[in-house]
């Protein structure tokens, strides 16, 4: 009987302990009032609450977790697309002085055809060389089509159809040389090409 009420005694005080472990969690960690009238003493309800607390807390993790997550995503892609707009608006401003330097070189071209003075031809075509070495350092090609060549239509714009010396629809008369940078084309030769007899009225 002594033997008995000492395990009773000590199942008796493991219990008081786990009760009181149990109102501490219960208070410190999920907020609880152990005073309300609602809280209920029995081990086995605090358990279940604290149960339903962590089962809400685990929830509440990984909805915050996903949100994180979609957050990241988001700034990742409104970096990329920052990135990618920053790399347009370079690469549009460097297309934009290219196309100035063309038009300089084209400039520079029909002066150099035009001047009688020996000197000054000299001097234009030196400026002309330093920019086409400019531009050839540059990663820019020019596209100079022969008369007689196919028309390639990403890199020749048709100008005109004309009566000429070459085989119809080829090339006849280059007006404007072109421009590329690797397999981009900045700005397409102009051309215009033969026609053919048969269809001239």
């Keep these: 009987n002594t033997s008995e009420s000492t395990r009773d005694s000590d199942t008796d005080s493991e219990l ?8 501490m969690m ?6 609880h009032d152990l005073d309300a009238p609602i809280f209920s003493s029995s081990n086995k309800a605090k358990l279940d609450l604290i149960v339903d607390e962590l089962t809400q807390q685990q ?7 996903s949100v994180l997550q979609r957050a ?17 608006d370079k690469l549009r ?22 001047y009688q003075n020996e000197g000054a031809i000299s001097s234009v075509k030196a400026i002309l060389a330093n920019l086409d070495s400019t531009l050839s350092s540059s990663n820019v090609s020019l596209i100079i089509p022969s008369p007689g ?16 010396s070459q085989s119809p629809g080829t090339i006849e008369f ?6 590329s940078a690797g ?7 102009q051309v215009s090409i033969s026609s053919d007899p048969s269809e001239v009225q």
């Design 183 to 189: 397999s981009k084309i900045l700005r397409p030769a």
């Design 26 to 31: 219960l208070q410190n960690n999920f907020g």
């Design 93 to 114: 401003s460097i297309e934009d002085i290219l196309f100035r330097l063309f038009d300089l070189r084209e400039g520079l071209v029909l002066l150099s055809e035009q």
């Design 16 to 23: 008081d302990i786990l009760s009181s472990s149990l109102d």
């Design 59 to 65: 929830a509440s993790t990984l909805e915050l977790e």
């Design 149 to 164: 060549d196919q028309v390639d239509p990403y890199a020749h714009e048709v100008f005109s159809s004309v009566e000429g």
């Design 174 to 179: 280059i007006h404007r040389i072109g421009y």
């Design 72 to 88: 990241h995503a988001d700034h990742q892609n409104y970096k990329k697309r920052k990135q990618k707009q920053y790399e347009s």
